[in-house]
């Protein structure tokens, strides 16, 4: 949770907890535990991540989400 929050940046994730009406904390929780699973479920045979540029490509997909 700690390390989404770093990648996608603080004021983004508070952002995203106001709008779900949560605290940062389960936010935070929530996206790291969700996004591993929307790649896992989108991908085939493991290259979506690779598509997107990697971890670093995937936190700026992520950030865009929560612009």
Do not use: H, W, Y
Request: charged share 25%; glycine share 14%.
């Amino acid at each position: 949770a700690e390390q989404m929050t770093e990648v996608i940046g603080k004021d983004k994730v508070e952002d995203f907890a106001k709008n779900l009406g949560v605290n940062v904390a389960d936010a935070s929780s929530g996206l790291s535990e969700m996004l591993p699973q929307l790649i896992d479920m989108s991908s085939r045979g493991g290259k979506l991540l690779e598509s997107l540029g990697g971890s670093s490509g995937l936190a700026g997909l992520a950030s865009k989400f929560l612009k």
